[in-house]
């Protein structure tokens, strides 16, 4: 009986072992995986060998991975209703800015720049502009402010 225990534990060992070989790779390499992705993995290396096993799967398919530790998760609750409206009102805003005759172009190009420097300093947002979603929501804003536009008579 114990030597069937041996082996399991034996063999547990040796998948332990090539998770943490795939997780190293993962880890060190800079270029296929974002940094939120390699760090959630790196954090994982001490925990669970079933968590870090389906981590390292779901990274090496190409999935991008927040590093959610205790720390990191708690704020990202605490801050999730915030940010929730934020995302509508910051829409919002430069939806307005850009339409409202009272408002100068000057007010809704300057709150643009920001969003768009915001934008500029997250390379893991790189890979959504792959995403097909993403394209056919440029292309219908692209349709939408051609034609409106058009109506009002020449660009902003």
């Not at 009102?89 to 915001?118: K, Q, V």
Request: proline share 3%; charged share 30%.
């Amino acid at each position: 009986m114990s030597s069937k225990k041996n082996s399991t534990t034996r063999r547990g060992s040796a998948k332990d072992k090539i998770i943490r070989e795939r997780a190293a790779r993962v880890i060190a390499n800079l270029d296929a995986y974002d940094t939120d992705t390699r760090d959630a993995i790196y954090n994982a290396l001490e925990g669970v060998p079933a968590q870090l096993a389906e981590l390292v799967t779901r990274a090496e398919a190409g999935e991008t991975i927040l590093d959610c530790t205790d720390a990191a998760h708690a704020e990202l609750v605490a801050h999730g209703e915030e940010l929730s409206r934020f995302e509508h009102h910051m829409g919002e805003t430069l939806r307005i800015a850009n339409s409202h005759p009272w408002i100068p172009a000057s007010l809704y190009n300057g709150l643009s720049d920001a969003w768009n420097d915001f934008l500029n300093e997250m390379p893991s947002l790189a890979r959504f502009y792959e995403d097909e979603r993403v394209i056919a929501l440029a292309i219908e804003t692209y349709q939408t402010q051609t034609r409106e536009r058009t109506e009002k008579g020449g660009a902003r």
